[in-house]
Every structure is written in C-alpha cells, then in structure tokens.
C-alpha cells in the first residue's frame, strides 16, 4: 500500500513538473544542458514541504545523469550541472549549491553546504586580465557512500567513503575513506575505522585529542 501511494505520489509529481521538463529541453537546446538545469533549479529550489521534495526529485531524476530511490533535494538548494549524480538515499540540506559532484548512495549533507569543483576555477597569474577572464580548472568532486558533510561546509576536494566533515570545515584536500576531519583547512582528527595498516585505532572525535 506505501509503495503504491508512493509510486502515484511520484507520478503525480512527474506530471505536475512536466512544464518544467518542457522548458529544460527547450533551453538545454539553446544554451546547453547546465545553463539550462541551472535556472530550472533555482525555480523549483523555492517549492516548500514534501511537495517541493517531490517535484524536485522528479525534475532531476529526468534531467541529472543519476538522481537515485528516495535522494532529497531540500528547499533552496542550487544544483549547477547535469552531469551531477546522487546515489539511491542522497540527503541534501537546504541552501546547498553543487557543481559538477558525483555522491554515492547514502550521502548526507547538512544545510548551507557549499561543494565546488576544486578551487581554481579561475587563473590569477595574470595581472593585466580580470580574474573572471582568467581560464582556470573545474575537476569534478566526488563524495563517498554513507559520508556525512555537517552545516555550512565549503568542499573543494574529493571526499571518501564512510567520512565525516566536521561543520563549518573547508576541504581543500582529498579526505581518505573513514576520515573524521574538522576546521579551517579541514584535517584528521579521528578515524570511523582505521586505515589498513596503521597503528591508529578508530577513534571518536571527541578521544582523538587525548592521544
Ligand atoms: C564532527 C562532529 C561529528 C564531531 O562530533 P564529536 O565526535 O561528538 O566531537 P566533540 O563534539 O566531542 O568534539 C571534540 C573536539 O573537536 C572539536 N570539534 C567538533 N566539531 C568541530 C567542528 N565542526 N569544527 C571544529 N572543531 C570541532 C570540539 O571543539 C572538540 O575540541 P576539544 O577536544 O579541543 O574540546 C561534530 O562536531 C559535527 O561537526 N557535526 C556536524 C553537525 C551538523 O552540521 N549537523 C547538521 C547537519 S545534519
């Protein structure tokens, strides 16, 4: 019966964004695929509720290259490129704004989070060119199944599976599997299980200082 009601609560949701999937392809063909998921996805960042869930979930499942079962898109998030793709069980806070990501089944980002695509998006060698002129580098981020990213976050670098990013931490650098970090540049405080081979034990955070 669940099942059910969820399968014609989705459909119902893909009908009722079916203008918007219109208007995506129209512009996709004008502008391109991101430009064109960009502006639908500042329209419909502003649906509240469980409804606004809905209908985003059924917008990007047509338009991302992989929105998966039960992903959230909450209120306000800004999704910037279509090649982005959210594993079965995503949960994206609200006010995120992504660029080109790859997250794994089982994500959960805080609110406020802010995932970039590396930081160089512009070059700033030159000083008779405005930065904004300045070609730069836009590798794609990936984030790892079952990591937890906490509120107001900056992630400029890959992120492993199974981590943990502290709040408010600005990731600049790769974060291996099972990492626990924190701060401003994000570093290890603490492992959710050691890594192979090391005498470290999986420690809580809150432990971690004691060694
Ligand atoms: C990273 C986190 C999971 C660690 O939790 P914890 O293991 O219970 O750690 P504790 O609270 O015991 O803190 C241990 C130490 O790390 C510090 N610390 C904890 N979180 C920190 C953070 N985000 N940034 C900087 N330092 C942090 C504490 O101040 C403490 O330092 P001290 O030992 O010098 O006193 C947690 O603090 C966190 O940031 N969670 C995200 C919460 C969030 O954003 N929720 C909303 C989205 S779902």
């Known amino acids: 019966m669940r099942n059910a009601l969820k399968f014609l609560a989705n459909s119902l949701a893909l009908l009722c964004v079916s203008p918007c999937l219109v208007c ?18 500042q329209l419909l960042s502003l649906l509240p509720g469980t409804t606004g869930v809905y209908l985003r979930r059924a917008f990007y499942r047509c338009t991302l290259a992989e929105c998966g079962e039960g992903s959230v898109i909450s209120f306000g998030v800004l999704l910037t490129h279509a090649n982005t793709t959210c594993g079965d069980m995503v949960y994206i806070g609200p006010y995120c704004v992504l660029g080109d990501v790859g ?7 805080g609110s406020h989070v802010s995932i970039t695509n590396g930081n160089r998006q512009h070059g700033i060698e030159r000083l008779d060119l405005p ?39 600005v ?12 701060g401003v540049p994000a570093h290890i405080v603490g492992w959710r299980k050691a890594p192979a081979g090391s005498e470290q ?11």
């Open 24 to 41: 995506y392809c129209i512009a996709a063909l004008l502008q391109g695929k991101s430009p064109a998921l960009a502006g639908v996805s």
């Open 103 to 109: 997250m794994e089944r089982d994500v959960l980002i």
């Open 131 to 169: 930065v904004r002129e300045q070609l730069g580098q836009w590798p794609r981020v990936t984030i790892g199944c079952d990591t937890w990213i906490g509120d107001r976050a900056v992630i400029m670098a890959n992120v492993g599976q199974h981590c943990v990013v502290g709040a408010g931490a």
């Open 171 to 182: 990731v600049t650098k790769p974060v291996p599997d099972f990492a626990i970090v924190v």
């Open 201 to 211: 034990t999986a420690a809580p955070l809150s432990s971690a200082g004691e060694k």
